[in-house]
């Protein structure tokens, strides 16, 4: 029975040893080879548990998710002769296993290989397009022929582009200084500008304003003189008339206001005989005249 027991356990332990070695799970978001003694023999894409001949047969893992590119700024020159500081990446992924492993092998040199490709699709893309055509008026155009470009070149290595952007396009710092210092200069030229055609309007605003008002106060001044002359016409027409009513009554009146303001108490003084016509109603209240 000891002897059974250890043989059992023996088979047991071999089974396993054997099961470890042959069989291997493929995730969800991989996809495998199987190699013998470097040669491939079957492409597995479907996630689950596989099997292998243990010991000949060896397993090569690849990724099946979308991957990311990241490659360093570069300088590039557009075709109106400007320099840009372009920094650009790109997503892709693996759909043909096999071809990728016979090609790059691995990401690693998959990243360096497609690192080269984007750089000179990049460049040969702005290299026909102008810096406006970059920063705004084709950026969308070009980004779809710059990753046609790169998918052309990369489905040589079993993978597919899945798209190119560029995340920056800037002029180089010196440039950029120049280009604001430009810009500055501008502002400043434009500011001036207005500045000079607002004091032009100013001051004729102020002139139209000046003649307005000369002709409002000379308007002024001539209806004034017409209606101080029409008062006076006035006055002088009720005196006549009061005069003509009663001469008498009109005289004394004068005479009152002439004692009014001949007389003032501001300490005048005046040399003037008792017999005077001044004073024709003082001696007299009928004013001279006989009584009858």
Known sequence: MKT????????????????YFSLFIVDQTQQAIVLEFGKTKKVIKDPGLKWKIPFVQTVQYFDKRILDLDTPAQEVIASDE?????????????????LFFQTVRDERIARSRLGS?????????LGTATLQDVVRDKRKDM???LTNF????????????IDVRI???????????????????????EAAEFRARGQEEALRIRAEADRQVTILKAEATRDA?????????????????????DAGFFAFYRSMQAYENGLLADGTKLVISPDSE????????????SRR
Do not use: C, W
């Not at 500081?85 to 997503?91: G, I, N, T």
């Not at 490709?117 to 893309?125: A, E, G, M, N």
């Open 167 to 189: 995340k920056r396009a800037d002029l180089p710092a010196e440039n950029s200084q120049a280009i604001y210092k430009r810009m500055q200069s501008e502002r400043h030229r």
């Open 278 to 289: 001044f004073f024709r109603y003082f001696n007299n209240p009928a004013g001279g005249a």
């Open 150 to 161: 790169v998918n052309q070149e990369a489905k040589s290595f079993g993978i597919e582009i």
């Open 225 to 245: 003189q017409k209606i101080r002359g029409d008062g006076d016409a006035k006055r002088n027409e009720i005196f006549a008339n009061a005069y003509g009513k």
């Open 82 to 98: 400007k320099r840009l500081v372009v920094d650009s990446f790109a997503r892709y992924k693996i759909v043909d296993p096999l």
């Open 117 to 125: 490709i984007l750089d000179s699709s990049l460049r040969r893309v």
């Open 4 to 19: 059974f027991s250890a043989g059992l356990l023996v088979l047991l332990a071999l089974v396993g040893a054997l099961a």
């Open 143 to 145: 980004m779809i022929t």
